[in-house]
């Protein structure tokens, strides 16, 4: 367990308790990244739930940290494949003459994952559309192997003093390399 929040998730801005398991404080509106049932993914805090006397619901998953100022970059070219990978999908519909209206994509932040997202009824066959703009942008994105250093960076315990990974105020982590990620 950890510290709970309620933090709003993802595109379709679902919300959840998320336990910070450092304890660590956030304010409301704070920008974090969690570890949820899908992957790692972005978020909004919209309140510390020991400050308010309100029936916590189920742990959805981890707060991790705040979105540091790598992670705004990631995020930046997290949005350019999303918006190409949506433009992409459009034109293969089109081409293919599929009735289908694609509402948008959402692409997670440890890049493992891809989400289209359509009005109404879809037909079998955009499903093997979206596998394939799926594959090609996760490769485009270059994620795989890098979202094991976003989850764990060194290693269990990134940026603890137990790790002696870096520490508050350094500029990153001399073992995994993940700047503003350990001890901060």
């Known amino acids: 367990m950890g510290k709970p929040y309620l933090v709003k998730i993802g595109l379709m801005g679902d919300v959840g308790r998320y336990d910070s398991p450092d304890y660590r404080s956030y304010v409301r509106d704070d920008k974090v990244i969690c570890r949820t049932q899908r992957g790692l993914e972005s978020g909004t805090v919209l309140c510390d739930l020991e400050a308010h006397d309100v029936n916590a619901p189920e742990t959805q998953g981890e707060l991790l940290r705040s979105i540091s100022s790598d992670d705004q970059m990631i995020l930046k070219r997290l949005q350019r494949h999303r918006d190409r990978a949506f433009e992409a999908c459009n034109a293969l ?52 192997k890098f979202a094991e250093a976003l989850t764990e960076g060194c290693g269990p315990g990134c940026g603890t003093t137990a790790s002696k990974c870096g520490s508050s105020g350094s500029s990153g982590c001399a073992s995994c390399g993940m700047s503003g990620r350990c001890g901060s």
């Open 93 to 144: 519909l089109k081409k293919e003459r599929i009735s289908a209206t694609l509402m948008d994509v959402e692409h997670l932040f440890d890049g493992q994952s891809i989400f289209f997202y359509f009005l109404g009824e879809v037909p079998e066959r955009v499903h093997a559309i979206t596998d394939q703009l799926s594959e090609t942008y996760e490769q485009k994105v270059q994620f795989r």
